[in-house]
């Protein structure tokens, strides 16, 4: 078997490392980058350079922003309703409720969410600051908008004792059956907490 230059199996190497991507798939990425135009190459590079330099977290919900740029447009806009709240795990979970267009308040990312297998407890989170949020006055409700998994139910469990305290309306996204699905397709869990979460019809 032929063996790679060093930069190859570099470049194969750190794909590998991204999440999804397999050997085969690292592979083809850094062959077509190899022999593709230097143009592509060299906007790749440039563009993950300033991926870190040129972005920061939000002071105040802690999704990214730009570094000099303070806090993040949504933060920052006096047209988003500050009295709600959506707590979600990752940045990317506001990039897609935004594209909903259904949400006119404000964010809060926790970067993670509670696993005592991977090592992570409520201090490793942003939840220390969702509770100085809510505490300073203002907010009249927090959507917990954790994914449903284990890991994602316990640490919207552990944030609702947190805030219990607080004078506040706590709400979890509902969960269900999705529009044109058929109910012989549906997993157990999901009939189940589309039947809890069961409402009239008006």
């Known amino acids: 078997m032929a063996i790679l230059p060093e930069p190859v199996q570099n470049l194969i ?33 440039e563009a993950l350079m300033k991926l870190k330099s040129a972005t920061a ?30 707590v979600v795990e990752e940045p990317i979970d506001v990039l897609v409720l935004e594209q909903t267009g259904g949400f006119s308040g404000r964010y809060h990312v926790l970067h993670g969410v509670i696993s005592p297998i991977e090592g992570i407890g409520p201090d490793d989170l942003r939840i220390r600051p969702l509770i100085e949020r809510v505490k300073t006055g203002g907010v009249l409700e927090v959507i917990l908008a954790t994914n449903p998994s284990m890991e994602g ?17 706590l709400t979890r996204l509902a969960r269900g059956l999705p529009m044109g699905g058929d109910l012989e397709y549906a997993d157990q869990n999901t ?12």
């Open 13 to 45: 190497a750190a794909f590998e490392r991204l999440p999804g991507i397999g050997p085969k798939t690292a592979s083809r990425l850094a062959f077509y980058l190899l022999r593709g135009d230097e143009g592509i190459s060299l906007q790749l590079a």
């Open 57 to 86: 977290l939000c002071p105040q919900c802690f999704n990214i922003t730009l570094a000099d740029a303070g806090m993040c447009e949504i933060c920052s806009n006096p047209q988003r309703a500050e009295s709600t709240l959506c």
């Open 153 to 169: 139910d316990a640490t919207a469990l552990y944030i609702k004792q947190q805030l219990a305290p607080f004078k506040i309306r």
């Open 191 to 202: 009939l189940l907490r589309a039947l809890a979460g069961r409402q009239e019809m008006s």
